[in-house]
């Protein structure tokens, strides 16, 4: 027998107890409704089998391939600052891991494949719309260069699903890195067993930090390590308006990457305060939040390896303590350069951090859309004179009025010509984002109408974020009043 899945797992060889065995459940009728090709080949597997129907009857969980592990993943977290001791993949299995072509190993798991023990009051399922949802944001993060779980595949089950309207159910195929969340390691500290904490830090060592077991203190170098990655992700996340709508601790991978995409969102209009969840009445996890935010679920991983970092117990805080002091810099390193080069700053000066946050207060103020600003500063880099689209994108532009001289007169002290800045410059600010209100249109048609033609059009534009695409211009532009999306809900 062929083996479609080169499976070599590792995380099913971790005792029983971080896990629950379990198949997926069954479905109707499996129908591949999106396949990614170039994905598929990068993990080693064969797109034109996947595209059979024997292939969609994996996807769809309606079978479980030869050597998967099928296993649920226990873990726990703080949702919305309340601690729950027992989540789990209520709605997701671990098929198993494969090692990709740069030798990397990657988690292949199916979401909404159906109970298992860890389903609470849960269904097992996901619906179309947030699959869809998922799948666009997923990949064009990945096209915007920053880390991300990826999406292999959705398929319809045939079923029907309840939410706050029936749905069409559907199965995502994840693929990331791991999905080991800091939820993972409060499972284990919240039973007190210390034993399965350190086999997990191990884990996570070997898989993701393997220069920490080098380190004269590994599990520190762990922390530092995911602290690090960490303030790197969010700083991205800042540069490019997305709001992940529910960063809960088990939404937060110790690997460092966007997991759980729900009620996400990229922000129009520039506001700190903005929020998409419809869950997020008190505004926890709105985009200026973000990095608190990070910093409060690295905390709660430090907590539970606080007994991995010394025998003595205020030994182990301090050291986890001064950790955690470490985010700030690195975060608003990464930040600060991040903003310069979306302002197209390659050299530094002392009063560079003050240009870029008066341009984000300027944009606040005036409403501008975060995207296009940029984007068509980038535009007019060549020859800064004429500033005039920037302008018009605030609807009180006198504070814009008064940063613009001062960016001008930066850029002269920039050695580069105007094409080379121009070009780096777009580099870096992307033109198409998955607006809001395009992604919940692609949604529309495709549960209401049965029409994936938005979906595959949309899919195709963001594949190429930062080159100007003029025949689909419009899903640059943000959306009409009336187009405007107000809420993203729960991602169920
Ligand atoms: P999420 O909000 O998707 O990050 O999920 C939070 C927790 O609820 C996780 O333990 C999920 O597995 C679980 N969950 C979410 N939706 C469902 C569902 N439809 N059925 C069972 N469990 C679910
Ligand atoms: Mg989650």
């Known amino acids: 027998m062929t083996v479609h899945f080169p499976f070599d797992n590792s995380y099913a060889a971790l005792p029983e107890n971080f896990f629950a065995r379990v198949a997926p459940t069954p479905v109707a009728a499996p129908r591949l409704i999106k396949l990614n090709r170039a994905l598929a080949e990068q993990l080693g597997l064969d797109p034109d089998w996947l595209d059979s129907p024997d292939g969609a009857a994996i996807l769809a969980g309606a079978r479980v391939p030869e050597g998967a592990a099928s296993i649920a993943m226990a873990y726990a977290g703080h949702q919305f600052g309340n601690f729950v001791p027992q989540l789990g993949d209520g709605r997701a299995i671990l098929l198993g891991e494969v090692i990709d072509r740069d030798g990397v190993r990657r988690d292949i798991q199916l979401k909404g494949s159906g109970r298992t023990p860890f389903s609470r009051m849960g269904d ?5 719309g947030p699959v869809l949802r998922e799948y666009i944001v997923s990949e064009a993060m990945a096209e915007l260069g920053i880390p991300t779980t990826r999406s292999l595949a959705a398929t319809l089950t045939g079923e029907r699903v309840m939410r706050d309207e029936i749905q069409p159910g559907a199965v995502l195929t994840r693929v990331a890195s791991s999905h080991i969340r800091v939820g993972t390691f409060q499972f284990f500290a919240a039973r007190g067993d210390r034993d399965a904490v350190r086999a997990l830090a191990d884990h996570v060592i070997a898989r993701h930090y393997p220069e920490a077991a080098q380190a004269d203190a590994p599990y520190r170098a762990l922390l530092e390590g995911v602290i690090a990655r960490q303030a790197d992700l969010v700083a991205r996340w800042m540069m490019i308006g997305f709001i992940h709508g529910v960063m809960n601790t088990d939404n937060t991978s110790v690997a460092g990457e966007t997991i759980d995409y729900g009620p996400c969102a990229f922000m129009d209009a520039f506001d700190p305060k903005t929020v998409f969840s419809s869950i997020d009445h ?14 409060w679920n690295l905390t709660r991983l430090a907590e539970c390896l606080v007994p991995l970092l010394s025998d003595d117990e205020d030994k182990g805080v301090e050291i986890a303590q001064s950790a955690l002091g470490g985010f700030a810099e690195r975060f608003n390193a990464a930040y600060l350069a991040g903003l310069s080069a979306k302002l197209g700053l390659f050299t530094s000066q002392p009063d560079d951090a003050q240009l870029s946050l008066d341009i984000l207060a300027a944009m606040a103020k005036g409403h501008a859309d975060f995207t296009l600003t940029f984007r068509r500063l980038s535009d007019a880099a060549g020859d800064p004179a004429d500033l005039g689209e920037v302008r018009a994108l605030f609807d009180d532009p006198a504070a814009f009025d008064d940063w613009a001289p001062r960016w001008r ?55 190429n974020p930062f080159r100007d695409q003029p025949e689909f211009a419009r899903y640059a532009e943000p959306p009409q009043p009336h187009e405007r999306v107000l809420e993203t809900f729960c991602g169920t």
């Open 124 to 128: 097992g399922r996901a619906a179309l």
């Open 282 to 295: 008190m505004g926890r996890y709105a985009f200026g939040n973000q990095p608190p935010i990070a910093l």
């Open 409 to 463: 007169q930066r850029l002269a002290a920039e050695p580069q010509d105007g094409a080379a800045r121009q070009a780096a410059m777009q580099a870096v600010n992307p033109a198409y984002i998955p607006r809001n209100h395009r992604v919940e249109a692609v949604i529309r048609a495709a549960v209401d109408r049965n029409d994936f033609a938005p979906f595959e059009e949309l899919l195709a534009v963001l594949a």
